[in-house]
């Protein structure tokens, strides 16, 4: 096997620099993992014909709740004490075709060595905070237009070719800022998975804390150069009041958001809230958020997570949308990693994306080898965050995206299909010769937008 250059990058910081107020995100890396508490819940598949409730009546298990236009249901079991007897049974059934733990899952942000003082300081000086430029319809950050990953990926070359127009990107994460003026003329009502009311990422916070977020976060921020981003809400405010944390993982829906749109301007975006603002949910949740993206007929469905849990029964939900004609693309995790139990980037019928840097080199906090296959810039990428600022973040949580959009902007200038996918990884840049180590191991390369657009029908 290939071995991966010495480098391991991990983690969740935060630096600020004058993005109109804006907190610049210098490495906010998303991995969901296991909680420690275990599962909720049992998801079931039934075969052809069988009654739920006559499988409920045989274990003594109860109904909590169905993935809408399919057989999968998830059920609990009064009394459960967590051992392995009742989900034998249920895997015993003949009248279950699939039954598994609905394992609960949370959005880690991985902590990150110091990073070193002058190369932060020497990309915040990339970044000009201040100046505005028209773009779609609203004024948004020249930063984030201009920004140099769009370059690379030759997606500002494209501009007059394809827009991403008559074209919708669904993404699977933790909501959105629904009025952060770049995003609000492209954003569809979208689905909320976890209160059942809107997508909002700002919608399940406490008054006092979004009160805080609203009014004196962005002056409290531009006062302190790196803080981490799961402190304490008291510490980070020193509000003196110690009863609230700050949501480690609020902003992250607004930035996959951001990217998409960048990319794709003129594509609708469609999200589905799954994950709360602590980065909370179940294997079930995010089961039930890939059947919504296809039961919405979307044209791509982003993933921008990533977990070690394997999940038959969330395959087979992304083998219908694919089927459906839906393209899913994820992230491929930031463990600096050649796994390739990494889900759901590592499923056959997913792009799996791994995270380069402005040089074309693996950034060091990216997985590798199965899993990737394609990689986009994912260092440094300027995006939006809640409360109207943008923010430069970290990890192939946002390499996604920009695949993402790459593939509306194929889907809105051809006839969509599954050779969009196709061609995002068949005309992406090899980059093995600036990766020692890693031949064969970066997926088709880095993608090229200007190249795939290229391709006749």
Same mark, same amino acid.
């Given at each position: 096997?290939?071995?991966?250059?010495?480098?391991?990058?991990?983690?969740?910081?935060?630096?600020?620099?004058?993005?109109?107020?804006?907190?610049?995100?210098?490495?906010?890396?998303?991995?969901?993992?296991?909680?420690?508490?275990?599962? !909720?819940?049992?998801?079931?598949?039934?075969?052809?014909?069988? $009654?739920?409730?006559?499988?409920?009546?045989?274990?003594?298990?109860?109904?909590?709740?169905?993935?809408?236009?399919?057989?999968?249901?998830?059920?609990?079991?009064?009394?459960?004490?967590?051992?392995?007897? *009742?989900?034998?049974?249920?895997?015993?059934?003949?009248?279950?075709?699939?039954?598994?733990?609905?394992?609960?899952?949370?959005?880690?942000?991985?902590?990150?060595?110091?990073?070193?003082?002058?190369?932060? !300081?020497?990309?915040?000086?990339?970044?000009?905070?201040?100046?505005?430029?028209?773009?779609?319809?609203?004024?948004?950050?020249?930063?984030?237009?201009?920004?140099?990953?769009?370059?690379?990926?030759?997606?500002?070359?494209?501009?007059?070719?394809?827009?991403?127009?008559?074209?919708?990107?669904?993404?699977?994460?933790?909501?959105?800022?629904?009025?952060?003026?770049?995003?609000?003329?492209?954003?569809?009502?979208?689905?909320?998975?976890?209160?059942?009311?809107?997508?909002?990422?700002?919608?399940?916070?406490?008054?006092?804390?979004?009160?805080?977020?609203?009014?004196?976060?962005?002056?409290?921020?531009?006062?302190?150069?790196?803080?981490?981003?799961?402190?304490?809400?008291?510490?980070?405010?020193? $509000?003196?009041?110690?009863?609230?944390?700050?949501?480690?993982?609020?902003?992250?829906?607004?930035? *996959?958001?951001?990217?998409?749109?960048?990319?794709?301007?003129?594509?609708?975006?469609?999200?589905?809230?799954?994950?709360?603002?602590?980065?909370?949910?179940?294997?079930?949740?995010?089961?039930?958020?890939?059947? !919504?993206?296809?039961?919405?007929?979307?044209?791509?469905?982003?993933?921008?997570?990533?977990?070690?849990?394997?999940?038959?029964?969330?395959?087979?939900?992304? *083998?219908?949308?694919?089927?459906?004609?839906?393209?899913?693309?994820?992230?491929?995790?930031?463990?600096?990693?050649?796994?390739?139990?990494?889900?759901?980037?590592?499923?056959?019928?997913?792009?799996?994306?791994?995270?380069?840097?402005?040089?074309?080199?693996?950034? $060091?906090?990216?997985?590798?080898?199965?899993?990737?296959?394609?990689?986009?810039?994912?260092?440094?990428?300027?995006?939006? *965050?809640?409360?109207?600022?943008?923010?430069?973040?970290?990890?192939?949580?946002? $390499?996604?995206?920009?695949?993402?959009?790459?593939?509306?902007?194929?889907?809105?200038?051809?006839?969509?299909?599954?050779?969009?996918?196709?061609?995002?990884?068949?005309?992406?840049?090899?980059?093995?010769?600036?990766?020692?180590?890693?031949?064969?191991?970066?997926?088709?390369?880095?993608?090229?937008? !200007?190249?795939?657009?290229?391709?006749?029908?």
């Amino acid at each position: 096997m290939a071995r991966r250059p010495n480098e391991r990058g991990k983690g969740i910081m935060v630096m600020r620099v004058r993005l109109l107020g804006a907190v610049c995100l210098l490495a906010l890396i998303l991995t969901i993992t296991r909680a420690q508490s275990g599962g !909720q819940g049992y998801i079931v598949t039934l075969k052809n014909g069988r $009654s739920i409730g006559a499988l409920n009546k045989a274990h003594d298990t109860k109904t909590v709740g169905q993935i809408a236009n399919t057989a999968t249901y998830l059920i609990q079991a009064d009394g459960d004490d967590g051992s392995a007897t *009742v989900l034998n049974n249920l895997q015993n059934d003949s009248g279950v075709d699939v039954a598994e733990k609905n394992h609960r899952l949370r959005l880690r942000s991985r902590d990150q060595a110091a990073l070193d003082p002058a190369l932060a !300081q020497q990309m915040a000086e990339l970044l000009d905070g201040h100046t505005l430029t028209a773009f779609y319809g609203t004024n948004v950050l020249k930063a984030y237009v201009d920004q140099p990953a769009l370059n690379i990926t030759h997606v500002s070359d494209v501009r007059s070719v394809s827009t991403g127009a008559g074209t919708r990107v669904a993404y699977i994460d933790t909501g959105v800022d629904f009025d952060h003026p770049a995003l609000r003329p492209w954003l569809d009502p979208g689905v909320d998975l976890v209160f059942g009311r809107s997508a909002s990422e700002l919608d399940g916070l406490s008054q006092q804390m979004a009160e805080l977020l609203d009014q004196q976060m962005a002056e409290l921020l531009d006062n302190r150069f790196v803080f981490a981003l799961n402190q304490a809400m008291a510490e980070l405010l020193d $509000s003196g009041n110690g009863s609230n944390t700050f949501p480690s993982e609020l902003g992250h829906g607004t930035l *996959v958001a951001g990217i998409i749109h960048v990319v794709a301007p003129a594509a609708r975006i469609v999200p589905i809230k799954a994950f709360d603002a602590y980065g909370n949910t179940t294997m079930f949740t995010i089961i039930e958020a890939v059947q !919504q993206a296809r039961d919405l007929n979307v044209d791509v469905l982003n993933m921008s997570f990533s977990t070690n849990q394997n999940s038959e029964t969330l395959r087979r939900a992304i *083998v219908s949308a694919h089927a459906a004609g839906v393209t899913v693309v994820a992230s491929a995790g930031n463990d600096s990693s050649a796994s390739k139990d990494w889900y759901p980037a590592s499923y056959p019928t997913v792009i799996g994306v791994g995270a380069t840097d402005f040089a074309d080199r693996l950034a $060091s906090f990216s997985n590798y080898g199965q899993s990737v296959s394609v990689t986009a810039p994912g260092a440094y990428v300027v995006s939006t *965050v809640p409360g109207g600022r943008y923010a430069a973040a970290w990890g192939t949580s946002f $390499s996604a995206p920009m695949v993402s959009g790459a593939v509306a902007l194929l889907a809105s200038a051809r006839a969509h299909g599954h050779s969009d996918s196709a061609l995002v990884r068949t005309t992406a840049d090899n980059i093995d010769n600036l990766n020692p180590g890693l031949q064969g191991m970066l997926g088709m390369g880095r993608i090229n937008a !200007q190249q795939a657009l290229k391709v006749k029908n």
